[in-house]
């Protein structure tokens, strides 16, 4: 399973949120405003979250829980950018 | 509302926090192996939609992995993260504090491969985090 973005858990935005970009993007049609998407980074676990942004410079904000792990999501390295 | 006190790092249009340079010996913590090329990865998309090449580190203001995670529970996903000061940095990059605390961004001169390269040479990297199994 892949998730439906990609993105580097360390980097977080001016209110915590974590930061993906446009090309981190694997499913397009899941991240919507509002939605709730599967987020994994390459080098940890995968959670789901909302995406609570989607700039217009393709900037993607993703409010994440850090309790959940969706089942069947990459645990992590084996689908590394 | 007060001026800036403190210099920006950044010509972008990332908002810098408003705050005192880190000590030369306050410690960067990046989660995860920091592999150059996924490091390299980011920064390019960084500068591509941020308008700057930036590596991201958190800062461990009480020098313990442990309260770091604490703060930043998003670290335990790692198993393991990589480790420097901001002194080591400093000697060939800039520190910029972005985003929500105890986020850093780490500005390289260039989202290329010696850059990333250069900075990883900077780090402890492997280093176990706490609940890896691996910590002791």
Known sequence: MTPDVWADFNQVDDDGHVVAYLEDIVHAERVVLGGAVVVADPEAKAHTAVVVGISPAGVVALDVDWATQPTGSPAGSTTAV | ?136
């Open chain 2, 1 to 136: 509302m007060a001026e800036r006190r403190w210099p920006k790092v950044l010509d972008a249009s990332v908002r810098e926090r408003d705050e005192p340079p880190l000590d030369d010996d306050a410690l960067l913590v990046r989660g995860g192996q920091f592999r150059v090329a996924h490091v390299l990865a980011r920064a390019e998309a960084c500068h591509r939609r941020l308008g700057f090449p930036g590596v991201s580190a958190a800062h461990a203001a009480t020098g313990l992995l442990i309260d770091l995670c604490e703060m930043s529970p998003r670290l335990l996903d790692y198993d393991e993260c990589a480790v420097t000061t901001v002194g080591r940095v400093r000697t060939r990059f800039e520190v910029a504090a972005t985003g929500a605390t105890p986020h850093f961004s780490i500005v390289l001169p260039a989202a290329d491969l010696a850059s990333v390269r250069a900075l990883r040479e900077l780090f402890e990297v492997g280093v176990p985090l706490p609940g890896s199994g691996s910590d002791g």
